[in-house]
T-cell receptor, first 116, second 115 residues
Framework: AQTVTQSQPEMSVQEAETVTLSCTYDTSENNYYLFWYKQPPSRQMILVIRQEAYKQQNATENRFSVNFQKAAKSFSLKISDSQLGDTAMYFCAFMNYGGSQGNLIFGKGTKLSVKP | NAGVTQTPKFRILKIGQSMTLQCTQD?????MYWYRQDPGMGLKLIYY???????DKGEVPNGYNVSRSTTEDFPLRLELAAPSQTSVYFC??????????????FGPGTRLTVL
């Protein structure tokens, strides 16, 4: 069974600085997708970034980028120039290509606090 | 375009009561999902639907039922509420499923407490 592990329950960063959130996963599959979701205090789940496993190039979305290490099964999220609005829970998620439709496997989350 | 809406926002049930959590999306998405989020945990898939009239079980379906009579609506039914069903419930939708690996858009959630 696939599992997703986020080893940092809580992190904090000063505004304008850079922070990296860790995520590791376990799978025997070769084709899959990885996601980072943000859940602010409003509880809405917002997709931050996604990565297809077959792509070697790391995904980037504005201030958010990932470091995808397929052999190490690692998928970390880097937030540059942190803003107060980045304060939220961040969930790493895995979806197996070809498995159950929509069966996202989530990690337990990392609570990020951005301090002024 | 309201996206994914859920009602109610909060609900307290007594053990053995029943209720329906409503979910509606106005994006003409084919795929809809129900998740639950327990404290300190990620989301777990309860049920999903790939289109009107078609539903299937997710990771934790016991104690729940769903129906999908229209593209827009995907209600979740709890028949005999138990304390273990105390959780926050999220509905989500996406245009495509795995073939297009489309983004799932989430509703604001329903906080359910069973006493």
């Amino acid at each position: 069974a696939q599992t997703v592990t986020q080893s940092q329950p809580e992190m904090s960063v000063q505004e304008a600085e850079t922070v990296t959130l860790s995520c590791t996963y376990d799978t025997s599959e070769n084709n899959y997708y990885l996601f980072w979701y943000k859940q602010p205090p409003s509880r809405q789940m917002i997709l931050v970034i996604r990565q297809e496993a077959y792509k070697q190039q790391n995904a980037t979305e504005n201030r958010f980028s990932v470091n995808f290490q397929k052999a190490a099964k690692s998928f970390s999220l880097k937030i540059s120039d942190s803003q107060l609005g980045d304060t939220a829970m961040y969930f790493c998620a895995f979806m197996n290509y070809g498995g159950s439709q929509g069966n996202l496997i989530f990690g337990k989350g990392t609570k990020l606090s951005v301090k002024p | 375009n309201a996206g994914v809406t859920q009602t109610p926002k909060f609900r307290i049930l007594k053990i053995g009561q029943s209720m329906t959590l409503q979910c509606t999306q106005d994006m003409n998405h084919n795929y809809m999902y129900w998740y639950r989020q327990d404290p300190g945990m990620g989301l777990k898939l309860i049920y999903y639907s790939v289109g009107a009239g078609i539903t299937d079980k997710g990771e934790v379906p016991n104690g729940y039922n769903v129906s999908r009579s229209t593209t827009e609506d995907f209600p979740l039914r709890l028949e005999l509420a138990a304390p273990s069903q105390t959780s926050v419930y999220f509905c989500a939708s996406s245009y495509g499923g795995l073939a297009t690996i489309d983004t799932q858009y989430f509703g604001p959630g329903t906080r359910l407490t069973v006493l």
